[in-house]
């Protein structure tokens, strides 16, 4: 059984950080390229960060030089790390995990919600 876990969310003030765990069970996570989304009330869902099998990292727009992708093979788990926090960051954020970045087995996590307020 695939399983897809988000953590780390919750509240944090304008200019704070968070950071998100994703953590993948029943795969063979350095077979997979990790990636976090998130959408907002209205919203369509959006990339924030992607990591892939070596490492490399691309992002959407809202997330450069704020946050930051990371995974640990050791320990099946992907993060990201989000500096600089702004109200519009608020969301709520999903782990996917894609098999050799094919777009064909994906697992998605049940979503954390990251509410960034005053």
């Known amino acids: 059984q695939v399983q897809v876990v988000e953590s780390g969310g919750g509240l944090v003030q304008p200019g704070g950080s968070l950071r998100l765990s994703c953590a993948a069970s029943?795969?063979?996570?350095?077979?997979?390229?990790m990636s976090w989304y998130r959408q907002a009330p209205g919203k369509e869902r959006e990339l924030v960060a992607r990591?892939?099998?070596?490492?490399?990292?691309n992002s959407g727009a809202s997330a450069k030089g704020r946050f930051t992708i990371s995974r640990d093979d050791a320990k099946n788990t992907a993060y990201l790390q989000m500096n600089s926090l702004k109200a519009e960051d608020t969301a709520v954020y999903y782990c996917?995990?894609?098999?050799?970045?094919?777009?064909?087995?994906?697992?998605w996590g049940q979503g954390t919600q990251v509410t960034v307020s005053s």
């Open positions: 990591i892939g099998r070596a490492g490399r990292t």
């Open positions: 029943g795969v063979t996570f350095s077979n997979y390229v």
């Open positions: 996917n995990a894609d098999q050799y970045g094919l777009g064909r087995d994906l697992y």
